[in-house]
């Protein structure tokens, strides 16, 4: 059992005075000797009388204790001070106090009761214990009549009104204490509520991470369906020329068959398993193209020379129409696919579109500072300058000039295939006559020239 009755805050005389009466009316309710009555309120007061001297301040508050069956009654003082320097020399059972009296107190107190104890830190102050044992014939004492105790001290109606004050002045520190407690308690709610504000903010940060990511990658998608749409159209578009070369060939043969010349039959076989084989090539590239993806193509050297001569022979070209391919076209390292698609987009247009019997076609290149400039020039009709810009958009057409078998896919390929080589195409057109210019990035010590060659 541990049951506090009464306490008192020290703050002047007066209240060592009602500390040393509260030990008196204590003891006497406790049935002690008037002697032990006397011997435990001195104790009391002295340690009391002590606080005030050396802190200032401090609080006294008496218990009824039970320990192995033994009831004693407890005097709890303690303050707020620097604590005591030399403790252990002033519970030193030889020690003798100086003239001055100081330490008289503590060492008086000690053998005035039965229990004694003292701790004292710098920073938390000094706590006294003084304890008195309760005699075995002692009245009644249980929790109710302790109770009654505590009930009677806080309603004693002859009480000073200074003590009065002093009782009301302890209900305001313990609601005070109870208000601290509280605001320690809502302090660690509202530090768990931050906490759990942190986590929640963190989760938030995970997930909109989570969204930005998963909008990259739908962007990323829609590229790519976007790029597999474009790559659908840039094989039908390119494998529509040497198609349409082994259809005409092969309406030749029936003819001939018809007419009985296996002769002429036979001569032109030749051609169409050369259509056939550079249509195989065609595929081949395309495929290759189509699963390693446009940054991870293979570069080799490529005469440009070579692969416009291959291009322009895979093309229907008109009797009236001259092609001219330079001497000065270089061997690149590149991707050759790329260097196909575009002369064979470009040339075919040529090709394609001049309105006259007769025409030529010019293969044209320039070595910069950093870059190759190739041209493609016919002396066909024009492009107006409203649809210079319109052509190079998927499935555009000009506005003048209308063919069954044209989409609207090669300029686009062409710009395409610029843009992933960071080169530039565009179109120079006043009146008749069309120039196609595209750039390519030029490399060191990858260039040589070629012959030249007219078709």
């Given at each position: ?9 020290l703050q ?44 200032g ?6 218990s ?6 033994i009831m004693?009654?407890?005097a ?11 403790i252990?020399t002033l ?5 003798t106090?100086?003239a001055?009296?100081?330490g ?7 053998k ?6 003292l701790?004292s830190d ?32 806080n309603?004693e ?9 002093k009782?009301q ?7 005070m ?15 768990e509520?931050q ?12 997930v ?12 990323q998608?829609?590229k ?5 749409d ?12 040497p198609?349409?070369?082994i ?12 007419d ?10 030749p ?22 993806g ?6 080799k ?18 009797e ?9 076209l ?24 001049h309105d ?11 070595e ?17 300058a ?30 395409k ?19 196609m210019?595209?750039?390519w ?15």
């Open positions: 059992m541990d049951q506090p009755i009464t306490t008192i805050k002047n005389e007066l209240d060592v005075v009602l500390a040393y009466k509260r030990a008196m009316q204590l003891s006497e309710f406790s049935g002690l000797p008037v002697a032990s009555q006397t011997k435990f309120a001195t104790a009391v007061s002295e340690i009391c009388r002590n606080v005030l001297e050396h802190v301040e401090g609080t006294i508050r008496f009824m204790l039970e320990s192995r069956g004693l009654l407890e709890f003082v303690t303050d707020r001070g620097r604590g005591i320097p030399n252990q519970l030193d059972r030889q020690y106090p100086p001055s009296g100081k008289q107190g503590i060492y008086s107190s000690r005035l009761v039965d229990y004694f104890s701790d710098f920073d938390k102050g000094t706590r006294v214990r003084l304890q008195k044992r309760i005699p075995a014939n002692h009245p009644p004492i249980n929790k109710a009549i302790i109770q009654g105790w505590a009930d009677y001290f309603h109606s002859e009480i000073s009104p200074y003590a009065e004050i009782r002045n302890m209900q305001l520190i313990e609601l204490e109870q208000l601290r407690v509280r605001t320690i308690e809502a302090e660690y709610q509202l530090r509520i906490h759990l504000n942190q986590e929640l903010q963190t989760s938030n940060q995970e909109n991470a989570l969204l930005q990511e998963r909008e990259i990658k739908n962007q998608l829609e790519v369906n976007k790029t597999l474009e790559f659908a159209h840039t094989v039908t578009h390119d494998l529509k020329a198609l349409q070369n259809k005409g060939l092969a309406d030749a043969i029936t003819d001939f068959m018809e009985g010349s296996i002769d002429e039959a036979q001569a032109v076989m051609m169409i398993q050369l259509q056939l084989k550079r249509m195989d090539h065609l595929i081949t590239d395309v495929l290759a193209y189509s699963l390693t446009r940054q991870q193509i293979q570069k050297p490529v005469s440009v020379g070579k692969l416009v001569y291959n291009v322009v022979t895979s093309l229907t070209v008109p009236g129409i001259s092609i001219y391919i330079p001497d000065n270089p061997v690149l390292e590149a991707e050759e696919i790329y260097l196909q698609q575009i002369f064979s987009n470009l040339l075919s247009n040529a090709v394609k579109y006259l019997p007769s025409g030529s076609i010019w293969v044209r290149a320039f910069r500072n950093n870059f190759w400039e190739f041209v493609v020039e016919d002396d066909g009709p024009g492009i107006p409203g649809d210079q810009e319109k052509i190079f958009e998927l499935f555009e057409t000009t506005s003048d000039v209308n063919h069954a078998d044209s989409t609207g896919i090669g300029l686009a390929i062409v710009r295939i610029m843009e992933e080589k960071g080169g530039r195409v565009w179109v120079r057109s006043e009146d008749r006559g069309t120039a210019h595209f750039t990035p030029l490399e060191p010590d990858s260039v040589r020239q070629v012959s030249d060659h007219l078709v």
